[in-house]
């Protein structure tokens, strides 16, 4: 069992920017591929951006290339994302997932409880 605890989100304007983390229990983290998703009050979960267990592989969707950037320690057991530039249309939760580098929310095995972004205009 792998327990994942996401933290890091808040409030801010648009154009600033955020830093989500997320820690992840278990030895086994360097052998998981991990992702963000997101999902807008009424809207279905989105994915945000996955990267590979050694970390030398990562992927975007077409919203956020550019402006954010995913990373991981495994050293740490810890993957961010470092938001820039946000846009109001970035407000949403936002999840950790573990166990895939996939686009699919399907291919995750564990998932975070989730934290706010809220970027006002």
């Known amino acids: 069992q792998v327990h994942v605890v996401e933290s890091g989100g808040g409030l801010v304007q648009a154009g600033g920017s955020l830093r989500l983390s997320c820690a992840a229990s278990g030895r086994t983290f360097s052998t998981y591929g991990m992702g963000w998703f997101r999902q807008a009050s009424g809207k279905e979960r989105e994915f945000v951006a996955t990267?590979?267990?050694?970390?030398?592989?990562?992927s975007y969707s077409d919203s956020v290339r550019g402006r954010f950037t995913i990373s991981r320690d495994n050293a740490k057991s810890t993957m961010w994302l470092q938001m820039n530039s946000l846009k109001p249309e970035d407000t949403a939760i936002y999840y950790c997932a573990v166990g895939g580098y996939s686009r699919d929310p399907g291919q995750y095995d564990y998932w975070g409880q989730g934290t706010q972004v809220s970027v006002s205009s």
């Open positions: 990267i590979s267990s050694s970390g030398a592989w990562t």
